[in-house]
Structures are given as C-alpha cells and as structure tokens.
C-alpha cells in the first residue's frame, strides 16, 4: 500500500503546475503525509541524510520540511520522531559541514586576493 501511495502522488504531480495545484487543492497531500508519517516512514528518510549526494540531502530535508509545515498540530511529534532517529544529528552536522565549506573558500579566496 506505502509503495502504492507514493507512485500514486508520484503520478498525480507528474503534470504542469496547473495539475500539482489542483491535487494541492484537492486536499489529498495532508491525507498522504499523515498516512506515510502513520507507516513510519520518516526513520528510513532521515537516513538518507547520511548519503553522500548533496541533491538528495536536499530533497530529504526539503522534505522533512514540508512534512513538519503540513503537520500542523501534530509538529512536534514529527520533529520528535526526527530527533529520535537521529534527523536532527545528521541535519546540524550537514550545516556545520556546509558552513565549513563555504568559511574555508572564503578563507581561501581572501588569501589570494588580498
């Protein structure tokens, strides 16, 4: 059913932005989130966070944002369960690595420009 659910919002999205807006309006997203949050489906996500290709570090945390922005009231159980599964840990640490790029290019691009 879980694998189901995906291919299905998969195909529904797959249109022009006239078409993922009216399956946004349709109501049908926040149906689908809080049934892929109900069959634990964020633990498997947050470890895609530990994988070394950038493009799909950014769509897990595009993702776990837009999962916690739907969630409404039940937010801080999602960002709990992130936090337990070590989303959280792997989210800062990318933002420390990412940060340490940016300041060592800095570094470099200053020492050869003085």
Partial sequence: ????????????????????????????VPLL??????????????????????????????????ILIMAGDEASTIAEIIEECGGLCSSVSLLLLHLSFWFTLGMSLKNRHP
């Fill in 1 to 28: 059913i879980l694998v189901d659910t995906v291919w299905a919002l998969s195909y529904l999205t797959d249109g022009g932005n006239e078409q993922i807006q009216m399956v946004i309006d349709s109501g049908v």
């Fill in 33 to 66: 989130v809080e049934f892929l949050v109900e069959q634990n489906v964020i633990p498997p996500f947050c470890n895609l966070l530990s994988v070394k290709d950038s493009q799909v570090v950014q769509v897990v945390l595009d993702g776990l944002k837009n």
